[in-house]
């Protein structure tokens, strides 16, 4: 709270829009969550078994965790479309490290994180530094990785997993909830409160909100940059790691496709390309109502493609209903890439 | 109430999608296959370059496919190099590579497609400038582009797992099936051949058809899924392997591993250490070594000598007694029991 | 720092210069193959140009070829006599499809990005569900346009000169011209001009529906059957080129040749890898390495992630 006190000319802005983007907004998803488990519950009565919603949260850790990190670089007004890639590269290189022994566990982990968040690294530094678009530069990276993946594995998936490591991910405790599943939550959790309680999560909606003052206040946006996208890289590679654990699969493609997904949960949950607002809670809210939704298509025993096109949708008609419930408090530019007006061209 | 009325829709839905396949899935033609091909304007002097147009290599199956090629060619004097392009699954891009393979003048083109048809126009360039084309792998290509295919019938394969399957369930029961990629000629043969051998089984019930592409974790999401919709389910038909686990752990992971008979997989070696541990299911091979046949194949044409349209690798059973002779239980998952030696297995 | 806008044109000099020591690549056949394969490209990054120019993207075009080529494909079924119905329909189908991108641009004020990406994955989703394996055939008539020969020349790389001739006219000699780069320049600025820059925004997405159409058109023919992934990554080599060509995803500044010329090198590394027989797994990190390099090359705007 201390901090409040030495950046006054930010702050209060900042909090006002924070309360402004309303709780009506931020509770809606839940809201769409539970109709959406009802809905479901009425068609079919697996949607009322504890241990099949578990199963479904266990489905969506693996991009769950990724869209985590998807959700900070976001608020801060950036994106990482290069998680799918990273998500990939990681499961191959802990299965390939681990080679088949469980005393190799601990480094295998440990060396795939510090991959994910080198790549990560990477990211950061180049947007900070150069500015240029993150959109297109993760896309970029995303095409490397895959390059680099395929380059390291010859196109096979050449690791073993070790014995008891995903015995261990899908224990249940209780009989009732997978370890992989608990972890993603309180993964999320942590998250929430980093973005709630600490500096360094305000500072993050303080860039996403308004880059220019922010740099006006003295926030050292590039470092901030940075340590986000490594962010984002490190819970890509865990991404990798769980799927690795959740299905065994840790094939060049595996992860491919995840982005997409985790960007749709991200959005879906109330964070906007724009920054500044939305937040890890309404991600995971987000990423339930696809998981729901999937598996609704899935068990009623429809197209699968359906689902695509459901996803495109709900990416279309919620960017727009925040956009609609939101216009009255921005200008007319902030809708428009901001440089036009403010950064702008000759 | 609920489940029945699901269960007519499914059947129904199933019913209308087969009508096409069973008219497009007559099998392979045995006339066809039988054709004698004149090879001797392909007819050339050595040496030869070899090209192989990869639809793509980014699945352990052709990333072995392709070691048996190189093997193979290392194996002839008068093969002075292999060629190779990967479209990554763009139809595209291996419309280019072929183009480009033709630039590079070489004698010999095998391939595998991303799409048969997309690459047709392609191929018949090359067989109009006198290069011969070996179609590789699971899939019989009767065109003007295609001068011959070393292949594995996916019709046999699939009445092969099928019948096995129905002998291990003693004729009766319930039973779903896993199939690779819709639309594909092993989703389309595999599925014909199930349906053909059923016909012979009254008390053989096809809950329900899936399309898991050739992907473990897709084929385990799907099955817990129908593990929701099917109380009961007692046997499953799963030609490929690496979808068999991914099918094998949802059964296992809802405690109804016990009910369920699983049809023999293929030599994919995570499958192959499952069913030496469970000592169950099998395997009929989809043997890699087809691309030692190409390259055989393709010296064949290149010396003028008749040719078959279509040379059959025939697959194997190998029941879960004799499984250890094949698996590699210090080899990944992803790896094929194979006739390679050592030095030539992917690295 | 950055390169010039005429940058492009050394890069591919040098390339060509090096690429021209390879014995494989000097053939006359080898070269009309390179212009060939990369026309479809060249299309839908001419009309991608506009989009970007203008200070907007779109995404769903890569989807939209591949929606066209197989209705074109279905719809025809190799009989000739329906050529010239399926070629309205794919124009109709771009151009319609473009129009209602545009629509929604205007109407929902989201940030063309995240629109566009909705509707490519919707696009997908229609093309995935109306068949998820290869159907019909292209005629002669548009086989020939994609893969055919006139007076000795490949017809493709003709059409796509004659296109990008008419960009470029369009784009620095109309008045509709002026607006794109004026909107793309400074849209607010535009406005107070007197521009009515929705209209403009609508008018270049309809511009990239119509590139989508002749682009899949010509990957129609070039592929002979209707491929529902035919089209799918189309959008990102689109747009890389027309950033690799010099043109700022801010808007308002880059030019056609920039963008023929980068379609051009993208080809032709493409093609010499493939002739020198490197790996096509290192192909593809070499390709993300050109679209960061791209970025990082050509990019001044702002953080965001829209820049």
């Not at chain 1, 999320?188 to 709630?196: E, F, N, S």
Request: net charge positive; with cysteine.
């Amino acid at each position: 709270m201390s901090t409040e006190a030495e950046r006054p000319r930010v702050r209060p802005a900042a909090i006002v829009s924070w309360l402004n983007a309303g709780w009506v907004e931020r509770s809606a998803i839940w809201v769409v969550l539970v109709a959406l488990l009802g809905v479901a519950a009425l068609c079919s009565d697996a949607f009322l078994q504890p241990s099949y919603l578990f199963n479904m949260v266990r489905q969506a850790a693996p991009v769950g965790v990724a869209a985590i990190g998807v959700t900070l670089v976001m608020v801060m007004g950036g994106v990482d479309l290069s998680v799918g890639a990273v998500i990939s590269l990681a499961a191959v290189v802990a299965a390939v490290l681990m080679d088949g022994q469980a005393g190799n566990i601990g480094y295998a982990l440990a060396a795939t994180l510090t991959i994910g968040a080198a790549i990560g690294f990477a990211n950061g530094v180049l947007i900070a530094w150069n500015r240029g678009s993150p959109f297109i530069l993760t896309l970029g990276t995303a095409v490397a990785v895959y390059g680099l993946t395929q380059i390291y594995s010859g196109g096979t998936a050449r690791g073993i997993v070790a014995p008891g490591f995903r015995e261990f991910f899908n224990e249940r405790i209780g009989g009732l909830v997978p370890v992989l599943a608990l972890l993603f939550l309180a993964a999320a959790t942590i998250a929430a409160l980093v973005q709630r309680t600490t500096r360094f999560g305000r500072s993050l909606y303080l860039v996403g909100s308004n880059p220019r003052a922010a740099r006006l206040a003295g926030l050292r946006a590039a470092r901030l940059t940075v340590t986000t996208y490594t962010l984002s890289g490190l819970l890509a590679a865990l991404g990798g790691i769980a799927l690795l654990a959740r299905s065994g699969v840790s094939s060049t493609f595996a992860g491919r496709g995840f982005e997409f997904d985790a960007l749709a949960a991200v959005v879906l949950g109330g964070t906007t390309f724009e920054g500044g607002r939305g937040g890890v809670g309404g991600t995971v809210a987000g990423l339930l109502v696809l998981f729901v939704a999937f598996n609704l298509v899935n068990i009623l025993g429809l197209n699968y493609n359906v689902q695509r096109l459901v996803a495109g949708v709900i990416i279309i008609v919620a960017s727009a209903a925040y956009t609609y419930l939101t216009s009255r408090r921005l200008t007319e530019s902030r809708l428009w890439p901001s440089h036009h007006t403010s950064e702008g061209a000759p | 109430m609920k489940t029945r009325l699901t269960a007519i829709c499914a059947a129904l839905v199933l019913i209308v999608a087969a009508l096409p396949l069973t008219s497009l899935a007559q099998g392979v033609e045995a006339a066809r296959v039988q054709e004698t091909v004149a090879t001797a304007r392909f007819k050339k002097a050595a040496p030869y370059r070899v090209g192989v147009a990869a639809g793509y290599l980014s699945n352990s199956w052709v990333v072995f496919c392709l070691q048996h090629i190189r093997y193979e060619a290392a194996r002839h004097k008068e093969i002075s190099e292999v060629l190779v392009t990967d479209a990554g699954f763009n139809p595209g891009k291996q419309v280019a590579d072929i183009e480009d393979l033709i630039s590079k003048n070489v004698n010999l083109i095998l391939y595998w497609p991303v799409d048969e048809k997309a690459i047709q126009p392609a191929l018949e360039k090359a067989v109009v400038k006198g290069i011969p084309t070996v179609n590789t792998g699971g899939g019989f290509t009767y065109s003007p582009g295609t001068v011959a295919n070393a292949f594995i019938d996916q019709v046999v394969l699939g009445d092969m797992v099928a019948r096995q399957l129905f002998k291990d369930m003693r004729g009766k029961g319930k039973i779903v099936a896993m199939l690779p990629i819709a639309g594909t000629t092993a989703a389309v043969d595999q599925l014909a051949a199930l349906r053909t051998a059923m016909k012979e089984f009254s008390q053989i019930e096809l809950l329900s058809a899936e399309y898991g592409d050739w992907n473990r974790a897709k084929a385990k999401q799907i099955t817990e899924n129908l593990l929701q919709r099917h109380p009961r389910i007692d046997g499953v038909f799963s030609p490929a392997g690496q979808m068999s686990i991914g099918v094998a752990e949802a059964f296992e992971e809802a405690g109804r591993l016990k009910e369920v008979v699983m049809s023999p997989g293929d030599e994919y070696n995570g499958w192959l250490k499952w069913v030496a541990k469970h000592k169950r299911g099998g395997a009929v091979t989809f043997p890699t070594r087809v691309g030692q046949e190409a390259v055989r194949l393709g010296l064949r044409i290149l010396n003028g000598e008749p040719v078959k349209r279509g040379l059959a690798v025939p697959s194997e059973y190998i029941s879960p007694a004799s499984i250890t002779r094949y698996v590699e239980p210090t080899r990944p998952d992803d790896w094929w029991a194979s006739t390679l030696p050592e030095e030539w297995k992917p690295k | 720092m950055r390169l010039t806008d005429r940058g492009i044109y050394w890069v591919l000099a040098t390339v060509l210069a090096a690429a021209g020591l390879i014995p494989e690549f000097r053939s006359l056949g080898n070269l009309a193959n390179v212009a060939t394969q990369s026309a479809a490209l060249a299309v839908l990054a001419l009309g991608q140009t506009f989009v970007i120019l203008c200070g907007l993207i779109d995404l769903s075009v890569g989807q939209l070829t591949g929606l066209i080529v197989v209705l074109v494909c279905d719809v025809a079924a190799g009989r000739d006599a329906m050529t010239a119905p399926v070629l309205l329909l794919a124009l109709g189908l771009g151009a319609g499809s473009g129009a209602i991108t545009g629509l929604l641009n205007n109407r929902l004020r989201i940030h063309p990005l995240i629109l566009t990406f909705g509707t490519m994955s919707v696009l997908q989703g229609i093309v995935f569900t109306y068949t998820d394996r290869s159907v019909g055939r292209a005629p002669a008539a548009i086989a020939w346009l994609a893969d055919g020969r006139l007076l000795g020349l490949p017809v493709a790389p003709l059409l796509v000169l004659l296109l990008a001739a008419g960009a470029h006219v369009t784009l620095t000699r109309t008045r509709f011209g002026m607006h794109v780069h004026a909107v793309g320049g400074g849209r607010d600025n535009a406005r107070r001009a007197g521009i009515d820059t929705d209209r403009v925004a609508a008018t270049v997405f309809v511009i990239s529906g119509v590139s989508a159409s002749i682009g899949g058109l010509l990957v129609a023919g070039r592929l002979g059957v209707g491929y529902p992934h035919a089209g799918a990554g189309f959008e990102l080599d689109a747009i890389v080129a027309v950033v690799l060509g010099g043109t700022s995803l801010a808007g308002g500044r880059g030019s056609v040749a920039g963008t023929v010329a980068a379609v051009l090198l993208l080809g032709l590394t493409n093609n010499v890898l493939n002739l020198l027989q490197i790996s096509s797994f290192i192909q593809m990190l070499v390709k993300g390495l050109i679209v960061i390099g791209a970025i990082l090359v050509n990019q001044p705007g702002g953080r965001r992630a829209f820049a």
